[in-house]
């Protein structure tokens, strides 16, 4: 293993846990040092030129300043980093009243510790320094403990110490200080075999094969600053070179290891394209601009890696000059080969055997303790399913997380995690590269961790616990629950390992790269902290807000189900009633997130005026089954690019996207093969479904089909074609798809548009129904408010609406409607004054009830839906040629300007009572009958003199047609009309609130306002789901549910309002 480097540490005084002042003969023990100054150099720039020739064929096209077409990423400052590696300020290795390791006086007895096994302790109220001469390298030491009021310093030398483990138990470990960067090359190696009884209720003492700081203990390890620590490429890099041009001037020297990101779909043991390799020169290439690199390899590249104008494989840097790292003989215990082969359902599929297991070592900062590290490399450290043993653990320090941080440091081949915050706020991590890590990475664990800094990270080939998901599951939503394991599975939430694993999104994400993992940044639904914290009652974590997402990106990750993503929001972990851990990864309907700006107690609900959006700014996402994935309420998504993905995104709830750049397939056209399952000999149809996906689907957004507020911006779609060529057959493809396979779940108002862009799309597939096998409610009623004509080419504003629904969407006729050119399934109607509505009625309760089982599935076809009505416009055609509609009753359609209203007419008469949701409704009814119409809000809805809410509204009669129109035109909504001689009823509709239906006994248009979801210019009315309005009919029904119209249910529809 090659050691290197370090990053960036803070200028903040150094902390006074030394037992002797910092400053007090600092010079006059440097000028009496007797042994040699270390023969390391700070490392520097590497600004000389390159051989031109190397690199003349990218000038002109390489791609400098980590640019993107949309998105901007943040870069770490690194101006002052020369700076920290030459100050040496405040050094604790240069105190002059320092104690020598070997000297005989420095221990009790005279005796210097023998390198045995033996446990040490640090003599009290002493500093001990280790220089290059003080240590047995060759052998190992017992723990080491340091007392408060003791130190154990180590000289800015090269020194290798083999220990079973370090308690800092109230004293302080230094090697440097935050004002002072070591430049020697220091090795720490943690010795221990894992003990035969771990459990998750046995864990081994803190400093066993570990460093502990405890009781107020600090830790500092800081070695040079390597900047950036890591970059892109700035061109593609293909198998067999070695040469690679970087988009940054590195510090990084000759003979470190660097890691080179796959740029395949899928990132795993049993399909690893990352390469690893040796630095042998560095140049700078100036020809192509000031800031590109020109690295030359000590070995040609196994892998391709992309690095063209839509994304660019991530370059990081591996080697530190400080290392901890557990030892090799008892650190590796993986036991499973990496790669597997073929299951029931995929004959030839290849899937990893298990992720690498190991005891390595581990590095813990507990409560009021202090963890300070900064150009730390750990290497083989973590231990599986062991709790609390990861490399870096910032434990329990509640508010005192402030002064604790990992910056500009590696981990990698890490058998349990990168690092953990738990129980900490206020913690910084930042410009650390992770690679080849079990478990969740970067991770903040129960749930309660908030204001914590994650920044400038890279993370890269995370392996998840357990068995890939079923290729029989790939395609569902739902995932089956996984419990915890004491031995196995301490933190079930491993089976789907990510880069960023976000319990608690009140943190900050800024300039993070994901490379692999089940997922890249997680965020699971938590309805109540757990593990430590699953007593605290007064936080929901997943409620909290979002506090920063801002330029990251994911790559390669979300491969081993179909709705994995890059950015996953989805999951439900809670203790269950036992005190086990439970985690569905999938979607659960009853665990949404619901971010809110205030603290919500668990089981608490958020008020509106407290609703808060989870905002992700300047996200890309590529390569994977999904951009970002979002089972969620409420979220916006502004400057975001998607490429080389199945979907762009798919999101849930009020939902803005804005500034979204998603090019379906790019010019990286170097991808393996339908992810190395072995074709050649076998063919595709073997493998499994997760292996195929990327070659033969793709779309650029997918509108859901139920409860949804969607609104889209100033967004472009590139090359979505089913002309690329390395699709596998013919691509299930289209820029927008409607989901319509279901007759439960079915869209009411959901989705408007406005600056819409395609380019190089093919125009006969910019819209797609995702279902075609029959005529569905849910396809019926899809339809689209375009606002400014510009998604369906149209010359202005455009209701689009589902051709499969008659003529219902066909409001206008020809010129102003008109079929799609590129579908026959969509109206486009084409008019400034054209809106949409919704309601619901319910005529018959006891049918509704079968919904969902022996009626009205969610796409079973074997399952029937039948017809029992029509809808159709007042002044249209034979109600026939409108809307069928079902026991599902929900009616979407068009609403226009002039003489606005709706005409429903059952197949069995006229229902007795109708519940329902400014249109007007008509129904037939017999001669005779008569009504009680009432407004109710929902059941929760209260009235006192402090708040007097109306919760229950009588309609009033209209004495004629004419007297109705006038008071609907001037604002009253509280009125209906029944028309004896024509047997008609007419019903004002307008859109309820579920809280309470308006105030002091008012009743009308201008008070009862709907909540709206409104950005860009762009509104959508929340739709409401427990008021409602009742008709209760008199008359002489049929079998107690429909009124009988006897010889008066023949086609037809009523005239236009004239108001």
């Not at 609703?611 to 999904?626: A, D, E, I, P």
Request: contains cysteine.
């Amino acid at each position: 293993m090659v050691r290197g480097p370090i990053i960036l540490a803070s200028l903040i005084a150094v902390a006074t846990a030394l037992s002797l002042p910092l400053n007090a003969g600092i010079q006059a023990r440097a000028a009496s040092l007797s042994r040699a100054i270390r023969t390391a150099s700070i490392p520097t720039l590497n600004n000389q030129e390159a051989d031109p020739q190397l690199y003349s064929q990218y000038i002109g096209k390489a791609i400098q300043n980590h640019w993107s077409e949309v998105v901007v990423f943040p870069r770490p400052d690194t101006s002052n980093v020369a700076n920290e590696n030459n100050a040496q300020v405040n050094c604790p290795h240069l105190n002059v009243n320092l104690k020598q390791w070997e000297s005989a006086s420095t221990w009790p007895n005279n005796t210097v510790p023998p390198a045995d096994g033996q446990s040490i302790t640090i003599p009290a109220n002493t500093s001990v320094l280790i220089s290059s001469a003080s240590l047995n390298q060759a052998n190992t030491y017992g723990t080491i403990t340091i007392n408060a009021g003791s130190s154990l310093v180590f000289d800015d030398a090269n020194v290798t110490m083999h220990t079973n483990g370090i308690l800092i138990n109230g004293g302080s470990l230094w090697l440097g200080s935050e004002t002072c960067n070591l430049k020697g090359y220091i090795t720490i190696v943690l010795h221990g075999a894992k003990p035969a009884d771990v459990s998750l209720t046995n864990v081994p003492a803190v400093a066993v094969k570990g460093i502990a700081a405890v009781n107020g203990g600090t830790l500092d390890i800081h070695g040079v600053t390597y900047a950036p620590t890591w970059t892109r490429l700035a061109a593609t890099a293909l198998k067999g070179e070695k040469q690679i041009l970087i988009q940054d001037i590195v510090n990084w020297e000759v003979g470190q290891t660097i890691l080179i990101t796959t740029t395949a779909t899928k990132d795993s043991r049993d399909f690893n394209q990352n390469d690893v390799a040796v630095i042998a020169s560095i140049g700078l290439a100036s020809g192509i601009g000031p800031s590109v690199s020109l690295i030359t390899l000590a070995a040609p590249l196994s892998f391709n890696h992309y690095g063209g104008p839509e994304y660019q494989a991530e370059v990081g840097l591996l080697s530190r000059r400080i290392v901890v790292k557990g030892d090799d003989q008892n650190s590796n215990l993986t036991t499973t080969p990496a790669v597997c082969v073929g299951d029931a359902q995929s004959q030839v599929s290849t899937w990893p055997c298990g992720a690498p297991q190991g005891y390595g070592g581990h590095i813990i900062a507990i409560g009021s303790a202090i963890g300070r590290a900064s150009g730390l490399e750990l290497f083989q450290m973590g231990q599986t399913n062991v709790m609390g043993r990861y490399p870096y653990h910032i434990h329990q320090a509640g508010q005192n997380g402030i002064n604790s941080y990992l910056k500009s440091s590696s981990i990698h081949q890490s058998f349990f995690r990168c690092m953990s915050v738990h129980g900490s706020h206020n913690v910084t991590i930042s410009n650390n590269v992770a690679y080849d890590i079990t478990a969740n990475c970067f991770y903040i664990e129960d749930g309660i961790e908030e204001d914590n800094t994650f920044s400038y990270n890279l993370a890269a080939h995370i392996h998840f616990l357990g068995a890939p998901t079923k290729p029989t599951n790939f395609w569902t939503q739902g995932l089956d629950t996984v419990l915890q394991d004491p031995i196995n599975l301490i933190v079930p939430t491993d089976v789907s390992a990510a880069c960023f694993y976000i319990t608690n999104p009140k943190n900050s994400f800024i300039g993070n790269a994901a490379s692999g993992g089940w997922a890249g940044f997680s965020f699971p639904s938590m309805p109540a902290p757990i593990g430590l914290a699953a007593s605290i009652t007064g936080i929901t974590p997943s409620a909290r807000p979002l506090k920063q997402f801002e330029g990251n990106s994911a790559h390669s990750t979300g491969f081993w189900w179909g709705n994995a993503a890059g950015v996953y929001i989805g999951g439900l972990l809670k203790t269950e009633a036992n005190g086990t851990t439970s985690y569905n990864p999938g979607r659960v309907v009853t665990a949404l997130a619901q971010t809110c700006l205030t603290p919500l107690a668990t089981g608490t609900s958020c008020s509106v005026q407290n609703y808060s959006w989870m905002r992700f700014n300047n996200t890309k996402v590529f390569l994977g089954n999904k951009g970002l994935m979002h089972w969620g309420v409420r979220v916006e998504v502004v400057k975001y690019e998607g490429h080389d993905l199945g979907t762009s995104a798919s999101v849930f709830g009020q939902v803005w996207i804005d500034k979204m750049l998603a090019i379906c397939r790019t010019n990286n056209t170097l991808m393996p093969y339908i992810s190395g399952c072995p074709t050649a000999t076998t063919g595709w149809s073997k493998c499994a479904a997760r292996d195929t996906s990327y070659w033969t689907n793709f779309l650029g957004f997918s509108w859901y089909d139920v409860g949804q507020n969607h609104i889209i911006s100033n967004t472009t779609f590139r090359s979505c074609t089913d002309k690329w060529k390395s699709a596998l057959y013919t691509t299930n493809m289209a820029v927008f798809q409607f989901l319509t396979h279901s007759d439960q779940y079915v869209p009411g108002i959901m989705q408007t548009t406005r600056n819409i862009v395609y380019q190089n799309c093919n125009p006969d597939k910019l819209f797609k129904f995702s279902m075609i096998q029959r005529s569905t409610v849910s396809g019926r009623l899809q339809s689209w408010l375009d606002y400014d004509g510009s998604a369906s080419l149209s010359s202005g504003r455009t209701l689009m609406g589902s051709a499969w629904a008659n003529e219902w969407w066909n409001v206008y006729g020809s010129p102003a409607c008109r079929l799609s050119t590129n579908n026959q399934s969509l109206w486009l109607c084409t008019n400034d004054q054209i809106y949409e509505a919704s309601i619901t009625l319910n005529a018959d309760p006891t049918q509704s009830a079968l919904i969902g089982t022996s009626l009205c599935s969610n796409g079973d076809l074997t399952i029937a839906c039948p017809t029992i009505g029509y809808a159709a416009h007042l002044g249209g055609k034979n109600i026939t040629n409108g809307l069928a509609i079902t026991v599902n009753t929900r009616i979407t359609g068009p609403v226009v300007a002039d003489g606005a209203g709706w005409f429903v007419q059952y197949n069995q008469g006229a229902p007795v009572i109708l519940q329902k949701n400014y249109i007007t409704l008509v129904l037939p009814y017999p001669v005779g009958t008569t009504f009680n119409v009432t407004a109710r809000a929902a059941t929760w809805c209260y009235t006192s003199k402090w708040t007097p809410n109306v919760c229950v509204q009588p309609y009033k009669q209209a004495a004629n047609l004419t007297a109705f129109q006038t008071i609907q035109a001037t604002g009253s909504g509280d009125t209906y009309y029944f028309d004896n001689a024509a047997g008609l009823l007419y019903v004002n509709i307008m859109q309820l609130l579920d809280s309470q239906l308006g105030t002091n006994n008012v009743f009308n248009r201008t008070q009862v306002n709907p909540q709206q979801f409104t950005r860009a210019g762009l509104t959508i009315n929340y739709q409401t789901y427990n008021s409602s309005l009742v008709i209760n009919a008199k008359c002489t029904p049929v079998n107690g549910v429909f009124c009988s119209l006897g010889n008066s249910t023949s086609p037809f529809t009523p005239s236009k309002l004239t108001v």
